[in-house]
C-alpha cells in the first residue's frame, strides 16, 4: 500500500551546536517524509533568549546541508505555514493561552519565586512530594481581581486533572499510561510572555499540520501534557515516536551533549560540524546514522540513502538503546571512499590537504603528482585527513636525513645496503623515461641481478626518499617525486653509509 504523506518535522533549539543525536532525530525524520512523499519542515525553537546563540542556528543549517538533509519548509526556504522561528510566532501562543484560560482549562499563577522556593522547602522538610501545590489553582475570582489589581507578576499553568490516568500510543514503544496524579500544573506563558516548550510545541505542530513527532526519548514524559492540551483544544494528537537513546560505543551509558566516550577512556566529538572537520563523507555519516536504532535487513551494512528511502518505515525503528560505534564509522567512511571516482576523491582531499601541509587549494587541485596519488592511498585512508601524513614528503622542501639503522633492512649488513643503494642510484638516474612501469621494471630487474630479496632493496629507497616506514605503493611515489628529487634523496642516504 502507498503510505499517507506524510508532515514531519526537526525543531532544534539553537542553544548549542549541532549535536550527532540530533542528526540522527533529523535523519529518521527526513527518510520518513521522503519514504512517504511529505514533507520535511525545519522549525527553530529559539524561545529560550538567554541562551540563543545565533552562530549555533547556523551550524544546524550548514550540518543539515552538509548531510543532504534539505528542508522543504523552514528558514531559508520559507511555505505555507510560517513564521517558522517560534519568536515570530508570540501572538499566537498569547491568543491560545487566553483561550484556554476563559474555557478554564488553565489559569495565571501570581506565585513569586520566594514563594516558590518557601513551599518547596516546607515539602522538602516535611519529607512531602515536591512540586507546585496549585494554591492559585483555587483562587476566587475576588483574589485573581485583587492581584491583578496590584499589578502582580503571572504566568499562566495548565489545568491537569486531578485524577484518572492517561493512555496514549507510541509508534515505536505502543501503548503508555501515566497516572494524572503524577503530573504537574506545568507552566505555559512565562512571566516574561514567552512560551514554554510544552504550549509551542503543541500550538505549532497542529498549525503546521505535523502529522508525525519523531524526537529522542527523554521527551517521553511531556507527552502526557501534551495529551491534555491536544485533549483541551479539542485537537487530534498527531503520531507520537519516542526515539531509542544513543549510547557511548561500549553500551554503557547515553552519550553526552559534550563527548562520545569511548571503552579505552577516550573522548571523540558530538558536533556534526567536527565529523566534517575530521574527513568524515556525508554520506557515510548518514548510513551509519541510519544504523543506529534501524536496520535495512539485518545483514546490509552499507547502502545508499535511497535504498533507506525505499524501506524506511517508523514501525521498524528499535525501542531499545542503540551503540555508536566509532570504530564501525572509520570503517564505513573507509568503504565510501574506496567507492569514490578519482575526480571525486581529489575533490575531496584538496582541501584538506591544502590546510594540513600549508599549499594553495588551486595549486594542489592542478598538481599532477597528487592526481598520481590520490588513486594509491583510496585504499589505505579511513578520512580525508588521513591522507596527509601517506603523502605530505612531495610538497616537502626535504625530508629528514634518514639514520644508518633506519636504512639498512633485517639480515642485511651496513655495507650490503651501501652496495644496493650505489647500484640504484646508477639505475635510476640513467632512465630515460621516469614513469610508474620503467621505475618498476627497473628495480625489478635489479632485485634479480644483485641476488637480493625485494624488500632488501626497496625499503631503503622508501626511507631515503619519502623519510617514512609507510607510504602509498613505491613505484607511483618514486614516479609522482620526480627522476632528479629521487636520486638526490638516494645519494644523501648513500652518503650516510659511506660516512
Known sequence: MTPTPARVRFAPSPTGYFHIGGARTALFNWLYA????????????????????????????????????????????????????????LHFYQEWADWLIEQGAAYRCYCTTDELNEMRDR??????KVGYDRR??????????????????????????????????????GDITYANAQLQDAVLIKSDRWPTYHLANVIDDKMMKITHIMRGDEWLSSVPLHWHLYQAFGWRPPVWAHLPVILN????????????????????????HEYQKMGYLSPAVVNFLTGIGWALDGETEIYDRETAIAAFDIHNIQASPGAFPTDKLEWMNGMYIRQMSTEALLSALVPFLSEQLGVEAETLGHDPRLR????????????????????????????PIP?????????????????????????????????????????????????????QLFNPIRVAVTGKDVTPPLFVTLAAVGQDVTVQRLQRALAVLTG
Open 372 to 399: 598520481l596519488l590520490a588513486p594509491a592511498i583510496r585504499e589505505r585512508i579511513k578520512t580525508l585527513r588521513d591522507a596527509a601524513p601517506l603523502i605530505d614528503f612531495i610538497w616537502a622542501e626535504d625530508v
Open 249 to 272: 560505543p561500549s553500551g554503557k551509558g547515553k552519550v553526552s551533549k559534550r563527548a562520545i566516550q569511548t571503552p579505552s577512556g577516550a573522548t571523540i566529538p558530538v558536533f556534526v
Open 34 to 89: 521522503r519514504h512517504t512523499g511529505g514533507k520535511f519542515i525545519l522549525r527553530i525553537e529559539d524561545t529560550d533568549r538567554k541562551r540563543f546563540h545565533s552562530d549555533a542556528l547556523q551550524d544546524h543549517l550548514q550540518g543539515l546541508r552538509w548531510l543532504g538533509l534539505q528542508w522543504d519548509e523552514g528558514p531559508e526556504v520559507g511555505g505555507d505555514y510560517g513564521p517558522y522561528f517560534q519568536s515570530q510566532r
Open 403 to 455: 639514520t644508518a639503522k633506519d636504512l639498512v633492512p633485517r639480515k642485511t649488513t651496513p655495507e650490503q645496503t651501501r652496495v644496493i643503494l650505489a647500484a640504484i642510484i646508477e639505475r635510476l638516474q640513467h632512465l630515460c623515461e621516469w614513469s610508474e612501469p620503467t621505475i618498476e621494471t627497473a628495480l625489478r630487474a635489479l632485485v634479480g641481478e644483485l641476488g637480493v630479496k625485494a624488500g
Open 123 to 128: 515539602q522538602r522538610a516535611t519529607k512531602q
Open 136 to 173: 492559585c489553582r483555587w483562587l476566587s475570582p475576588a483574589e485573581r481581581a485583587a492581584r491583578e489589581a496590584a499589578g502582580k507578576s503571572w504566568v499562566v499553568r495548565l489545568a491537569v486533572p486531578l485524577e484518572g490516568e492517561v493512555t496514549f500510543h507510541d509508534a515505536i514503544r
